[in-house]
């Protein structure tokens, strides 16, 4: 079946500009999650989805960041002002449901790159 | 805080031996553990998962042991292939939570022909 989908796969803009991310969960699945990672580095958990219920923000690195999640399904995560310190590659995961013990899927990111 | 880490940051294997990965981590919370592989340019991959009720628990050529008394974690890969050349990366889930998972920084694993 089809996987975790993200789009553009590539995106170089400049310095101040908005970006606008997106993310197809896998059908059904109810939990969505956005996570960043920088060159060699783990992930870094951004932000949280979880059906109807207000999402977990706690790891936005500043209010230039914000996510939606529209009908349950697709996610838009924006940059506004890009800075310099904003490119790494944005990982979308989801998970069939919001409980634990359940294995999240990820896409293969959007690379941001801020010149 | 609280985290997941990686022993060893690299690790060169010769094709066809085993490979071990290691992982420490300092969440006594947590229950649930994963192993992700991630290739370049690629998202990470789903291996196994294991549960803390659960000591050991294999897969197809992949084996993953808990040690919860020393807050360790293993992932084994037998027969080691070209193939396997990738991160691996350990993940935990805190107890009853939903939320996102905490991630060591990774081991990049080399298979030499």
């Known amino acids: 079946g089809a996987g975790v989908s993200q789009s553009p796969s590539n995106k170089v803009t400049e310095k101040g500009k908005d970006v606008e991310l997106r993310c197809d969960p896998i059908?059904?699945?109810?939990?969505l999650y956005w996570y960043r990672q920088s060159l060699g580095q783990g992930l870094e958990f951004l932000i949280y989805?979880?059906?109807?219920?207000?999402?977990?923000k706690s790891g936005l690195p500043s209010d230039r960041f914000s996510a939606e999640r529209t009908g349950g399904s697709v996610s838009t995560l924006t940059i506004q002002r890009t800075q310099q310190e904003d490119s790494a590659v944005y990982l979308c995961?989801?998970?069939?449901?919001?409980?634990?013990?359940?294995?999240?899927?990820f896409g293969d990111g959007t690379r941001l790159s801020i010149l | 805080g609280e985290s997941v880490g990686l022993h060893l940051p690299t690790l060169s294997v010769q094709e066809g031996d085993n490979s071990i990965i290691n992982c420490a981590y300092s969440?006594?919370?947590?229950?649930?553990f994963i192993w992700y592989k991630q290739e370049s340019g690629k998202g990470p991959q789903f291996i196994i998962d294991?549960?803390?009720?659960?000591d050991k628990r294999q897969g197809q050529r992949v084996t993953v042991l808990l040690n919860k008394t020393v807050k360790h974690l293993s992932l084994q890969i037998a027969a080691t292939q070209p193939g396997d050349s990738a991160v691996y990366f350990c993940?935990?889930?805190?107890?009853?939570?939903?939320?996102?998972?905490?991630f060591g920084s990774g081991t990049q694993l080399t298979v030499l022909p």
């Open positions: 995961a989801s998970r069939r449901t919001g409980g634990s013990n359940q294995p999240q899927h």
């Open positions: 059908s059904g699945h109810t939990a």
């Open positions: 989805f979880q059906g109807n219920s207000a999402p977990d």
């Open positions: 969440n006594s919370a947590s229950d649930y």
């Open positions: 294991i549960r803390s009720n659960m």
């Open positions: 993940a935990e889930n805190p107890s009853g939570s939903a939320r996102q998972l905490t």
